[in-house]
C-alpha cells in the first residue's frame, strides 16, 4: 500500500466512479477529494469504533427500566452504521461535483450557519455551535487558505461554512442529516456528535495542510503564506501505546487487568505446550518478539491448527535448544495467552451460526490473531480493536455463505482471499492489522453498494406488491358493492369484471382512492348500470347523458389498450342494450330477442386471494415469539426446510402487511411468510436466528465459561 503524505489511502472510503459525477472539476481538486475522503472515511470509522463502547457504557449505567431502550439504540447504531458512512461519503461527493455549479449546497439552515460563525444566540444546538467554533479556531487559517485555493481554481465565489464540503460546519450538518434519514433517535445522534469533533474533525486539519501543500506545489496563489500545521496526524494501524497516547496505555492496561484476572484460571492448563521443562522458571524464557517470529515461522510452514499447536511449539524449541545449546521455555505469561487464544479458536471452530467452512476459513487467522494477544492484550478488553474488527467483518461477511450457488462461491474465494494475505503478510508485531482491516473493508463495499442496490429494489417491489394488492381489493369491493344481487346483462358484468376493473385499478394507483379520476370511473359504472336497466324511469333520464357515457366508456377502455375488435363488439351489443332499454312498450321487440339478465350471486375476484392463516396465541415468554421480536431488518436466519440448510436475511417487513419477505447473500427474495407461518417455523425449529457478528466476544464468553467451570471443559 502506498502512503501519500500524512494521508493513508483506504479505497473504501472513496467511491472510484465519484469523478464522473464531478464535470468540469479540475484534476487537482479531484486529488484534493479523495485524499479528505480518505480521512473522512477513517475518521467515520473510529467514531463508530468508539460509539460502540461509549453507547455500552450508557446502558450499564441505565435504570432496568430504560436498558432496553438504550440496547435497542446501540443495535440500530450498530446496523446502522455502515449506511451512515456511505451516506456522509456520498453527501461529500455529490457536494464537490455541484462547486461547479455556482449554487449552494442547500444543507446547512441559517441558524446553524450563524452559530459555526458565532453570532447566533445560545440554543439547544450550543455544543455543535461550540464543537465547529473551536474547529474553527483550531483549523480555521488553512481551511481560509485552501478556500482562497478553491475560488482561483474554479473562478467562483465560496462561502467557507456554507459551501466548502471539508467546513466543520458542513460536515457536522451533514452527519446530523443522515442520522436522521437512518431514523437514528435523537439522544444517539447527540451522543455521536460528542465523538464528531476527536474522531472526524481533528483529522481534517492535517488535511487542510496537506492539500494547501498540494496546491501550492502545482502553482496555486504560492504567494499565499502556508498556515502552521497544528494537529499532528493521529497513527493508523499501531498497537502498541506511544508514551504520548494515554488513551492507548488506558485500553492497554484494561486489557493487561483482564488478563490478570484470568490467569488463575489458565494456571491448571500450564504444561501442556512445554511437558519436557517441568520448571520454566529455571530456564530463560522465549522473548516475547522471539516467540512472534517462532508463530510467524509456524504461520508460513506449519499447519499449526489449535489442536496440534503445542506439538509444533515444542518442536520449535526442541531446534532452538540443539541449535543454540542453551534449553529455553515459554514464560507463564505467554503460555496463558497461548491457552487462553486457543479456547478462543475452539469457540470459533465450533459456533453453530456459521458454515463449518467458513469456520475452518477463519479458523486460520489463529496465529496472526494469537502474535496481536501476545503484545498487546487490549485485543481481550476492546471491542472496536482492529484486530477484532477484522475478524469480526470476516464472519459478518461469511454468516450468509452456502454451498449450493454461485454468488456463494465467489464470495469464499472473496473471503479465502483476504485471509491468505493475511497469513502471507501479517507483520510480527501485528503493527500493519489495521491495513488489513482497511484492505478487506474496500474489496467489500462495492459489493455491499451492489447487495444495497438489489435490496433496495427488491423492498421497493415488495411495497408495490402490497399497494397492488389494496388497489384490487379496493376495486373488487366497489365492483361487488355496486354488482351484488342485482340484475345485469352478461355482456355488461363481463366488461366491469375484466376490462373496466383495470381502468379502475389504474386510477387507484395513479391517483389513490380519493381522487377525482377514481371517482369519475365510479360514476361512469353507476351509469353504465342503470343505463341498461330496461323501461326503469331513472334509465329514461339518463338519455340525454348517453353519449357522455359513451365517451367515458370509449376512453376509459382505450386507456387500458382494449384491442379494437373487442372494443367495437362491446358497443354494438351496449347500443342494442339501450335500444331495449329505452323502447316504449308500444313499439316492437328488436329482432335480436329480448334482453337476458344475470343476476350477480358470486363476489368478483380480481386475483387469487390466499387464506390468510389463523392467529397463533403464545406466551409472551415463549422462544418463538421472543426469537420473532428480535428479527429486525438485516438478520439472517437458518432455514431448516429442506435437506440442504438454507441462510437468508429479513429484507423488509412490508408496511401494512404482516408478511416478513427475506433475501440471500446476494440480495435475491429467496422465502416469504406471514407472521403466524413464521412463528410456527420458529416453534417447530424450522427455522432459527443467526447471531450476525461480535463472533470474537461470543468466542471469548464462552472460552471463559468453560474456564470457570474447570480445567476438564
Not at 508463530?295 to 503445542?310: E, F, Y
Request: charged share 25%; glycine share 4%; hydrophobic share 45%.
Amino acid at each position: 500500500m502506498r502512503h501519500e503524505g500524512n494521508v493513508i489511502p483506504l479505497t473504501s472510503a472513496i467511491d472510484r466512479r465519484a469523478a464522473l459525477l464531478a464535470p468540469g472539476l479540475p484534476l487537482l481538486m479531484l486529488r484534493v477529494r479523495d485524499k479528505a475522503a480518505v480521512q473522512l472515511g477513517n475518521g467515520l470509522q473510529a467514531l463508530f469504533d468508539a460509539a460502540d463502547e461509549t453507547l455500552l457504557e450508557r446502558v450499564d449505567k441505565a435504570d432496568a427500566a430504560e436498558q432496553p431502550r438504550y440496547l435497542q439504540a446501540v443495535r440500530e447504531v450498530r446496523f446502522k452504521r455502515k449506511h451512515i458512512e456511505l451516506g456522509v461519503l456520498d453527501q461529500f461527493h455529490e457536494a464537490f461535483s455541484r462547486l461547479t455549479q455556482g449554487h449552494g449546497m442547500a444543507l446547512l439552515d441559517d441558524a446553524l450557519l450563524q452559530r459555526s460563525a458565532g453570532t447566533a444566540p445560545a440554543s439547544d444546538d450550543a455544543a455543535d455551535a461550540a464543537m465547529i467554533e473551536r474547529a474553527m479556531l483550531r483549523d480555521g487559517a488553512a481551511l481560509e487558505q485552501l478556500n482562497a485555493r478553491f475560488e482561483a481554481l474554479l473562478e467562483l465565489p465560496l462561502e467557507v461554512s456554507q459551501r466548502n464540503p471539508l467546513s466543520p460546519a458542513w460536515l457536522c450538518r451533514s452527519f446530523v442529516e443522515v442520522c436522521t434519514e437512518r431514523a437514528i433517535d435523537s439522544a444517539s445522534t447527540q451522543a455521536l456528535l460528542v465523538l464528531f469533533e476527536p474522531h472526524v474533525l481533528r483529522r481534517m486539519g492535517p488535511c487542510y495542510a496537506e492539500a494547501n501543500r498540494l496546491l501550492v506545489g502545482a502553482g496555486v496563489l504560492p504567494s499565499l503564506p502556508l498556515a502552521a500545521d497544528q494537529t499532528p496526524v493521529e497513527p493508523r494501524g499501531r498497537l502498541m501505546p506511544m508514551p504520548n497516547d494515554s488513551r492507548s496505555a488506558a485500553q492497554l492496561a484494561a486489557g493487561e487487568a483482564l488478563f490478570a484476572d484470568l490467569q488463575p484460571l489458565l494456571a491448571p492448563l500450564r504444561g501442556q505446550l512445554t511437558p519436557r521443562l517441568r520448571s520454566p522458571e529455571q530456564v530463560p524464557a522465549v522473548a516475547a518478539h522471539d516467540l512472534s517470529r517462532m508463530l510467524s515461522h509456524l504461520q508460513r510452514h506449519a499447519s499449526a491448527a489449535s489442536s496440534d499447536l503445542g506439538d509444533e511449539l515444542q518442536a520449535l524449541l526442541l531446534k532452538i535448544t540443539a541449535r543454540s545449546g542453551q534449553r529455553r521455555a515459554l514464560s507463564h505469561d505467554d503460555e496463558d495467552t497461548i491457552n487462553l487464544m486457543a479456547r478462543i479458536f475452539a469457540a470459533i471452530e465450533h459456533d453453530a451460526d456459521l458454515h463449518p467452512r467458513m469456520r475452518a476459513l477463519l479458523a486460520r487467522l489463529h496465529l496472526p490473531l494469537l502474535k496481536v494477544a501476545l503484545l498487546d492484550k487490549s485485543l481481550l478488553s476492546r471491542s472496536s480493536h482492529p484486530a477484532r474488527r477484522l475478524l469480526d467483518e470476516l464472519a459478518a461477511a461469511a454468516i450468509g455463505w452456502q454451498a449450493d450457488d454461485q454468488a456463494s462461491d465467489d464470495l469464499y474465494l472473496r473471503l479465502d482471499g483476504a485471509v491468505q494475505r493475511v497469513l502471507n503478510d501479517f507483520a510480527d508485531d501485528g503493527a500493519d492489522v489495521q491495513k488489513h482491516l482497511n484492505a478487506f473493508v474496500a474489496l467489500s463495499l462495492e459489493e455491499r453498494r451492489r447487495n444495497d442496490l438489489l435490496e433496495q429494489r427488491a423492498r421497493d417491489a415488495e411495497q408495490g406488491r402490497l399497494r397492488m394488492q389494496h388497489a384490487r381489493q379496493a376495486v373488487e369491493a366497489a365492483l361487488n358493492q355496486r354488482l351484488h344481487g342485482r340484475a345485469v346483462p352478461s355482456v355488461v358484468l363481463e366488461m366491469l369484471a375484466q376490462a373496466w376493473s383495470q381502468v379502475l385499478l389504474m386510477a387507484w394507483l395513479k391517483q389513490g382512492e380519493s381522487s377525482p379520476a377514481w371517482h369519475s370511473a365510479l360514476r361512469t359504472v353507476d351509469d353504465l348500470l342503470t343505463s341498461v336497466v330496461p323501461n326503469a324511469p331513472a334509465s329514461r333520464r339518463l338519455v340525454a347523458k348517453v353519449p357522455a357515457l359513451l365517451k367515458a366508456l370509449r376512453e376509459g377502455l382505450n386507456s387500458v389498450a382494449l384491442d379494437s375488435s373487442s372494443l367495437r363488439d362491446f358497443f354494438v351489443q351496449l347500443e342494442r342494450l339501450h335500444l331495449q332499454a329505452y323502447r316504449s312498450p308500444a313499439q316492437p321487440a328488436a329482432s335480436h330477442g329480448p334482453l337476458r339478465l344475470i343476476t350477480v350471486r358470486r363476489s368478483i375476484r380480481l386475483a387469487e386471494q390466499p387464506t390468510p392463516p389463523g392467529a397463533v396465541l403464545l406466551e409472551a415468554d415463549d422462544p418463538a415469539l421472543k426469537s420473532l421480536q428480535q428479527l429486525r431488518i438485516g438478520t439472517w436466519i437458518e432455514v431448516r426446510q429442506r435437506a440442504t440448510p438454507m441462510r437468508c436475511r429479513l429484507l423488509a417487513r412490508v408496511e401494512g402487511s404482516d408478511r416478513y419477505v427475506f433475501a440471500n447473500q446476494a440480495g435475491v427474495k429467496v422465502r416469504e411468510w406471514r407472521r403466524a407461518e413464521l412463528l410456527e417455523a420458529l416453534q417447530r425449529g424450522e427455522v432459527r436466528l443467526l447471531e450476525t457478528g461480535r463472533v470474537f466476544e461470543r468466542a471469548l464468553q464462552l472460552a471463559l465459561k468453560q474456564l470457570r467451570a474447570g480445567p476438564l471443559h
